[in-house]
């Protein structure tokens, strides 16, 4: 019936000479849609052929959404959503037991929490250098890290912050991811207690939390972190220093006035009482003393959790507060660890803060005085390098390759301020649409930023994109900074979730894996205990639980029928088979809330009471092949008391010795074809093209799986069991199939990669 | 302190010298970024500057992640994900008790499922024509459809089908929207008990449901929808006749050898024993006339729901079979309904049946048989207009505007076939990357299709992007079809879910709304009991509940701080004030599991039991202003036995009258900057440019709160009461910071979209 033969040949034919015809030339395209040659210009700057790669990776929060958000640079194309704090279907995350472990690590004095609200993103660094390797994100709502190994960008741990009931200056890390700092916001009592708001300024607390980080199995510590604890300040953004400012960190935040509103207590609300004053406190904080001080004993345990009082801090000299205009938001430290520029977003200046200014300050001892607490406050005109007026409501800056370059958000004027923080000038200005939130140029928060690009996070998106509906998607704008002057490349919408900060990599420095090794528990990184080999498939009875140790492989579950009975719990444990690389399975099952994501190697489980008898279908929601829909099953859930009277069946299609000699031939002729293929193939030179390599090894695993079900046939057919044997010879040739599918993708990706013919080498 | 005057002016003086600078040229960047000609060629044809609008908008499945997404053709930019079986945070889609009512529609025997494999959008119609209205998708794991309002984009309706426990051939709609067909897939019992799999070939069956749709209230009426079942085939896709078809719909089959198999049963899996057979059957059924028989009473009722067994579609003439080649998976009428084009993905041909014919057999009686269930089978060849060899693993066919001319998805070949369906003849093959699933055209299911542009839904992208881990991206590939040879455009990453099919309308059809009226419960489409005035906000105390009506405006909460007893049912009833577009805020608070999205005028409520004492910070997500930070409140739950003893609380901040005088000083230069701002809007045509406009009834309302705070600053002042004097005073101010900002924003717009000066008019 297929004629493969002739569609091979007339498939080639057809390629040579699809190229050949007159197109619309760029001018007319031009006049078409209305572009100017500056359109072409930023089009020709962002797009990227197919097949191509960005230069630089995006990490982005996803705001409320809970996700992290992936992106390449300079075409915008979002890559992948990452499930952190809420459950999503499609990664399984939430769904399968190994990934509700971890999300369980995240709740809140005992509650299910099922969303987060991320704020910032954080990659992990070696000498201050990003190393590709992990990536950190807090959520402000309920203050947890999440740590994500970006070797399969997967969420691996979620710790919940012991004393803070809200934070928002995290995820920043020290120079070689000793530490991950996460800053509190909204002050509230480190105890989990009632305290009535008339006691805030005596029993409510900011602070500063460094959750320690172990490289070597890539989880936070939480028994070794600790907290050092501040005023009742609303603590924001914090970052480290790095080179001479290595050990110390740097918190800014707002409402120092330690307003408490309420129109409904005849209050003016929060937002005048927490911006009445024009300066607000910069906490500088020595860190790797702070830690020194919890190694000797001197912490007190809150909620089972070291706590550094601010008394103790005071009194070893580890915290001091500078004053800073006016409701600060960002605080960004030089690549150089050298300055810091903190922004006041009710103010129009960015200050730029010497580092060497501060601890000449601090070794003087000479302060303006104290606050409330104790805490020593240096004079800001000590310690600052200098001021400049960047625009109406500045909030944060990012750092350029080129010396003493910066730029600067600039909210209420909605645009971005480049500068220059060593001679304190005004650079450039550029409009942006609308409402800058952060910004970020490329590795712009490492010892070695890069410059070339950078990433306007605006808030509101209002008439940039087709609207749809009352709920708008915000804008990311790609600006160019390689020249003088800034110029805007492209609008990006976002599809999900309000993303406040973003972190971007050299992609050459991102490492990660295509597969897992096999039987693998990818949310504990180890071999799983349920990893199934192919032919060891198995369901285990013990009284009211019914387990299963499955395993999937293009086109079929094992098992394919699961019996329970009713109230049974059932534990179903599958491990992906495939080794070749997107050869992802999904499982998904009617009316029991069970879907799975199996990538290569993966193993998962899913753990539920089958307590109501019924027939429960489920199959495979990736379409993995051309029999993608035949990968199905039952799970069947019996009554208790069910009499089973009738085990006779009745069969559907039945099928004759000329039925199976049909198939037989057929699967010859298909032989002859898939030979032809492979001839092609290895007449090549595919082995310089390692995607062509991999699909090779996987046609050979189809054809060797092909050859076991080609046995069964044999063995049936002798037995003149020619049901058994025809079905057999189809199932022979279901993996013929896969394995020319395989062969003909391979095939394709030479003749569009160049590749030779071995003989013309 | 804020020198707006200067800074208004510099703004002004560095937008103009902005693009004077010379710029890297074409050619340069070309060289630097290895482009080809064709590939600017593609860009300038994808690229959409800032500003401007896609042609074309998709809404595609989002596969098992449970959503819809929603991209821009040809910029392919993903401009929404709307939720619909799946909770998603940033909507507050499964927070708020309003969206919560819609998922709890959902449950399936009482069981709530958090997630959806979304499969097929179908837009409504009107005369066969995408009217804009209305999005429906179904989910194959537990079958339902979900109704989305195209006014606000917004999941408002799920039903669950009440006899199928798997569904796939849903959702097509009828030519103005009658019926919306959900075809199922893994047969089984329709009552919701236990049979055995012995029992297969008797009780096991499938169907296709025919849901009826109530455009007056925009929700689907279960009271009056029907079932045709079917037998234990596995029934694939569906789509609606048209036009002389109209009155009859079509579904195909797989696996009509009712194959069950089981490799630990000793039987091949159910990919061999289903693909067996060289045809399955199409269902062809004529609606109509079954709608009229459940109106004469001559339907089943299986789980109360109106089902016509097989035994009476037989008898009543309303169902026929005919063979089609090998595990079809589409099927897809023409837009003038004469033909419907069918492909067996194990066959290399697409198949072209004729309504006429299928009529002409129908009205002879010459049928070559019965199935084993008494339909009548129509001979293929009676059937067939033509049959065209287009490549191995057809699956599903768009149609373009052009006369005659088709797309068919080949998914071994990874390929996509334009051909000639009236003559029977291959016009030309691209290959795609990789392994295409569905494609769309635009409007290419409509009785209009558009042509211009083809998506290729792709599943494998292996090698396409920069790696992400073992789970890719899937691929949607855009092709330029306008010309005689198809032409590849764009590489689009999918990074959420694995999309089935998509639909795309031209965007001029779709007017969405930019909020709603004040105090809207946007799922009942109905003013919420709930909605609160400005002004009348309140708390509401019985026994062992508190009930909160509240609202938000930038940027503060009403009520800042509530207080309620350990253990009391608490319920948040909020309503979003704002009038101006995309100003949403959002409202989490910490370890409550409390999440929820404000769009402007809507009403949304949470409900949970304040079962911990303790202090619980709440702040608004959205970053909506300058003040956004400062957007906060405290629920505090005091312990049932808590005495208050310390009712008398310590301030913060204290201000005197300097600093009221201070503050107003302030202000009223603030003001001067904003006459001046305002002056230079009103100066212009600003009336031409809708934007602009709601941008200044957005300022003129802040204008307004201003002097509401004005006015208590100025009351507060004649008694001396100098801390709230100044605390309102910088509330005043915080109302002229908003104003400065819209005004900012329209100043932006005018001078970037050549508004002119009216006097130069």
């Known amino acids: 019936m297929v004629n ?17 015809f007159a197109v619309e030339s760029l001018e007319d395209v031009m006049k078409r849609r209305g572009l100017t040659e500056k359109n072409v210009l930023a089009a020709a700057k962002t797009y990227v052929p197919t097949g191509g790669r960005d230069e630089y990776i995006a990490f982005s929060s996803g705001g409320q959404s ?33 990934s509700k472990a971890v999300l369980a690590e995240g709740k809140i004095q005992g509650k299910d929490i099922n969303y987060g609200d991320t704020h910032h993103p954080a990659l992990s660094e070696t000498d201050g250098k990003y190393d590709g390797k992990f990536l950190f994100i807090n959520d402000k709502a309920n203050p947890r890290i999440a740590v994500i190994d970006l070797h399969d960008f997967e969420t691996k741990q979620i710790v919940v912050n012991p004393v803070f009931k809200s934070s928002h200056g995290g995820a920043f890390v020290t120079e070689n991811t000793e530490y991950i700092i996460e800053a509190a916001q909204y002050p509230a009592p480190f105890e989990n207690e009632y305290v009535p708001l008339e006691k805030f300024n005596e029993r409510y607390r900011g602070g500063m939390t460094y959750w320690k980080f172990d490289r070597k199995i890539g989880r ?49 609300p929060f937002e005048a009482g927490c911006s009445a004053k024009d300066t607000d406190f910069l906490h500088v904080v020595n860190w790797k003393k702070a830690a020194e001080l919890v190694a000797a004993g001197k912490a007190t345990k809150i909620n089972g959790h070291n706590v550094i009082t601010i008394e103790t801090a005071v009194k070893e000299g580890i915290i001091f507060l500078i004053p800073e205009p006016k409701s600060p938001h960002g605080v960004d430290v030089s690549p150089d660890g050298k300055y810091l520029i903190v922004s006041g977003k009710l103010d129009s200046h960015a200050s730029v803060f010497s580092f060497a200014k501060i601890q000449a300050a601090i070794q003087s001892g000479s302060f303006e005085g104290k606050d409330n607490y104790g805490i020593p406050i240096i004079k800001m005109q000590d310690a600052l390098h200098l001021q400049v007026q960047v625009g109406l409501g500045p909030l944060h800056t990012q750092y350029d390759s080129k010396k003493c370059v910066v730029y600067t958000s600039i909210y209420v004027d909605s645009q971005v301020t480049k500068w220059d923080y060593c001679e304190g000038k005004v650079l450039d200005k550029i409009s942006i649409h609308y409402n800058i939130g952060h910004l970020m140029t490329m590795q712009g928060d490492s010892v070695e930023p890069e410059g070339k690009y950078l990433v306007a996070l605006n808030k509101l998106a209002i008439d940039r994109f087709n609207p749809v509906g009352p709920l708008h998607p915000q804008n990311h704008q790609l600006i160019d900074i390689s020249g003088d002057k800034m110029e805007l490349l492209y609008d990006m919408p976002l599809p999900l979730g309000e993303p406040h900060y ?25 071999k799983s205990k349920f990893k199934t080999r192919a032919g060891r498939e198995k369901i285990v009875r013990t009284p009211g639980k019914v387990e299963v140790f499955g395993t999937t492989i293009r086109s079929h579950i094992t098992p394919e029928i699961i019996e329970v009975t009713e109230g049974d719990e059932v534990e179903l444990h599958f491990t992906n088979l495939e080794r070749a690389e997107d050869e992802t399975h999904g499982f998904a099952m009617y009316g029991q809330n069970v879907n ?33 829909l035949e990968m199905e099953g039952y799970l069947l859930v019996k009554p208790k008391d069910y009499n089973d009277d009738t085990k006779k069946s009745s069969v559907g299609a039945t099928y004759t010795k000329a039925d199976y000699e049909k198939q037989v031939k057929e699967n010859i002729a298909t032989q002859a074809i898939i030979d032809q293929v492979v001839g092609i193939i290895l007449g090549q030179n595919y082995k310089d093209f390692p995607p062509v390599v991999a699909l090779v090894e996987d046609a050979v695993d189809q054809l060797g799986f092909a050859k076991e079900a080609k046995a069964k046939a044999d063995a049936a057919a002798a037995k003149e069991d020619w049901q058994n044997a025809t079905l057999w010879a189809g199932q022979w040739w279901q993996y013929q199939v896969k394995a020319a599918d395989i062969g003909l993708r391979a095939k394709t990706y030479l003749e569009q990669h160049g590749a030779v013919k071995l003989d013309k080498k």
Not at 14 to 20: C, D, E, G, R, S
Not at 77 to 93: D, M, S
Not at 513 to 523: A, D, F, Q
Request: glycine residues 8%.
């Open 4 to 20: 493969l033969r002739k569609l091979v040949l007339l498939t080639a034919a057809l390629a040579i000479t699809a190229n050949v």
């Open 66 to 98: 809970g996700h992290v958000l992936v992106y390449g640079i300079p075409s915008m194309r979002i890559l992948k959503y990452i499930a952190v704090f809420t459950p999503e279907p499609w990664q399984g995350y939430g769904f399968d037991d190994e």
């Open 220 to 268: 936070i510590d939480a028994s070794k972190s600790f907290t050092v604890m501040a005023p009742p300040y609303s603590q924001d953004l914090s970052d480290f220093g790095k080179g001479p400012s290595s050990g110390w960190s740097f918190t800014n935040s707002f409402c120092s006035e330690r307003y408490v509103g309420g129109i409904m207590q005849n209050k003016p």
């Open 502 to 526: 973003a972190v971007a990599i050299n992609a050459k420095t991102l490492k990660p894996g295509v597969r897992y090794r096999s039987g693998w528990n990818s949310r504990t990184d180890k």
């Open 596 to 628: 799975l994501s199996l990538e290569p190697g993966k193993t998962v489980s899913t753990t539920f009471i089958a307590d109501k008898a019924g027939v429960y279908p489920y199959y495979c929601t990736e379409f993995c092949s051309a029999l993608h």
